[in-house]
């Protein structure tokens, strides 16, 4: 869970990574990987900028997976 109150789910067959809404529980932001999402989301930050990271399997492209990262949006 972020700071901000969102958390983030993945981890599914489906390849995706969702953002919920801590207070209401309303997906608000999904987002289609290139492969499942293998390990739990976290959150860091940098210079104020608050990011989220994922570990990703591998695929035919990229047999060695890849970590992923997205900015949050300022508020």
Not at 25 to 34: A, D, Q, R, S, T
Not at 41 to 56: E, F, M, P, R, T
């Amino acid at each position: 869970m972020t700071a901000g109150g969102l958390v983030f789910i993945s981890g599914a067959e489906d390849k995706k990574v969702w953002a919920f809404d801590a207070k209401t529980g309303k997906m608000v932001w999904e987002y289609i990987l290139p492969a499942a999402n293998n390990a739990n989301v976290c959150s860091y930050q940098i210079n104020g900028k608050q990011y989220v990271a994922l570990s990703v399997g591998g695929t035919k492209v990229n047999p060695s997976g890849s970590v992923m990262a997205f900015a949050l949006p300022n508020k």
